[in-house]
């Protein structure tokens, strides 16, 4: 096996025992970048010389017994990420030429423990859709299947991690993009509660739903991530000052007594079959493990896509206001009124998407539409968040499909925005009620495809949906990476 | 019809975005199904119901109002596509 494929904690283990360095590690990815990059097309910068600059500085810093807790690890970050000095696109022209003067709180915490930057990956358009297809830079290809896509909108990120390209990615979520390309691709993705971790340098979708987080080849990378990047920053006002637990603490395979929901309304019409028998399977495995399974109903299931995307544009709309030609990003230089540079610069560097749910969103919240369109959709909201309150005095998770349905082939539905708005259904209502949830590697289909178990939480019980993926991934194993050929 | 094309192009216009003929005509069915997909909204009572803009009700976060260090003024002008020394430049205004 290559040294890309290992995960985190085996990498740093290895490197701790001095049978490898960083540079080795970070070699073995560049390499695997070499060989398949052309085919999954991940990356919109690739940082090669800082990348083994940055290995070898973590390799003297771990000489020096200042390792830090990801000291020279590969990572991969989706697009949206400011880093200083690297050019940080959102998957959008309008940014072709934005280099942040600094680095996202996530990514300072990341280097500080040492990890080692390889590059920004791909994503949809400034995080808006399922499949990273409007990605304005390159498109992600499932790494299990030529042809599939990867998922969106953190594609590139889950992409990179299935074929080895880097050992873990941050990506952002906002309606399911962490958990639905890693149950695309077979990882670990986990969407943290509703501030638990800044967003500070996160370029802005729909802020009350945006949150980050990581996608992995295991749940103890994922643990070992969230100590990582969890926890107050004064920068972003919406960060929640409290105690973050160590969350590897979490990895215990003991579920007894522990009381599993079924989400009846997350098991309906158009579930492919196949994904839902590699749930009923984990369910199965926890009920053999000692946990209490018990139905429960979360009734306004129906209505999250129709919330989500009434808010989600509204927000994206006030939000991309600020792409306006003139702090940064690309302008129409010949523009000779202000008027006509704002409409050039954003008509230009803007795609059909991203238009598409500025106007949406424009719409929703003009004069004399905005009770019958947001502020009804924010009141729906609050039966989607009292839906999960009542689901969670009689059940500690809830335990779902993510997506109704494996990879599909690319360039399927790209007329037809409401399709793929639908295939969000089973993800949008956490971010919604900013509840934590996860999705777990289940098993995969007759095609080879990867399909994930989600799990959905409290509010700040990232411990409890760890606990239960733990012994999920001691029942049904990992995927591992998929072999590129 | 949700929508018509003139009211497009009248919130094109409030978001700064010029559409061109084909996508004025596209977006104008493609906003029309969506607008009446999520019209299945109205059929909950949601009287009296407080909106929720947050999954938290966040109150503000304060800090001593003290200098801090931010970017220089090189920094936050370099990433501009036309500035001078000291300022962002765009085309007269008045």
Known sequence: ????????????????????????????????????????????????????????????????????????????????????????????????????????????????????????????????????????????????????????????????????????????????????????????????????????????????LD?????????????????????????????????????????????????????REYFVEGLDPEVEGVVRKGIELLRQAGAEIVDVSLPHTEYCVAVYYIIAPAEASSNLARYDGVHYGIRDLNADSLLDLYKNTRSAGFGAEVKRRILIGTYALSSGYYDAYYKKASQVRTMILQDFTKAYEVCDVLISPVSPTPAWKMGENVDDPLAVYLSDILTISANLAGIPSMSVPGGFSRDGLPIGIQLQGPHFREDTLLRVAHTLEKGLGKAGCAKVC | MKISREEVEHVAHLARLHLSESELQKMTEQ????????????????????????????????????????????????????????????????
């Not at chain 2, 304060?62 to 036309?82: G, I, K, T």
């Open chain 1, 211 to 263: 949150q980050v987080g990581p996608l992995c080849r295991d749940v103890r990378d994922c643990a070992l991530m969230m100590n990582v990047i969890g926890g107050h920053d004064h920068r972003d006002s919406t960060s929640v000052k409290r105690e973050i637990p160590d969350y590897s603490l979490s990895l215990v395979d003991n579920v007894r007594g522990l009381r599993v929901g079924i989400p």
């Open chain 2, 31 to 94: 906003l029309d199904t969506i607008l009446s997909y999520v019209q299945k909204l109205e059929k909950l009572n949601t009287e009296n119901l407080t909106p929720t803009t947050h999954a938290f009700s966040a109150s503000n976060a304060f800090r001593q109002d003290e200098v801090q260090a931010s970017l220089s003024q090189q920094e936050a002008l370099a990433c501009s596509p036309r500035h001078t020394e000291e300022l962002f430049q765009v085309p007269r205004v008045i």
């Open chain 1, 1 to 208: 096996m290559d040294l890309c494929e290992l995960t985190v904690a085996e990498a740093m283990e290895k490197m701790q025992a001095r049978e490898i360095t960083s540079v080795d590690l970070t070699q073995s990815c560049l390499d695997r970048i070499e060989r398949v990059e052309a085919k999954i097309q991940a990356f919109i910068t690739l940082d090669r010389k800082g990348a083994l600059e940055q290995a070898r500085k973590a390799d003297t810093r771990r000489r020096s017994g200042q390792a830090g807790l990801l000291g020279g690890i590969p990572v991969a970050l989706k697009d949206l990420l400011c880093t200083k000095g690297i050019r940080t696109t959102c998957g959008s022209r309008i940014l072709e030429n934005f280099i942040p003067p600094y680095d996202a709180t996530v990514v300072e915490r990341l280097k500080a423990e040492g990890a080692v930057v390889l590059g920004k990956v791909a994503m949809d358009e400034f995080a808006m859709g399922s499949t990273s297809e409007s990605c304005a830079y390159t498109i992600p290809q499932n790494p299990w299947k030529n042809g599939y896509v990867a998922g969106g909108s953190s594609g590139g990120s889950a992409a990179a991690v299935a074929a080895g390209e880097c050992l873990v990615s941050l990506g952002s979520d906002t309606g399911g993009s962490i958990r639905q390309p890693a149950s695309l691709c077979g990882l670990v993705g986990l969407k943290p509660t509703y501030g638990l971790v800044s967003r500070y340098g996160l370029v802005a979708f729909a802020s009350s």
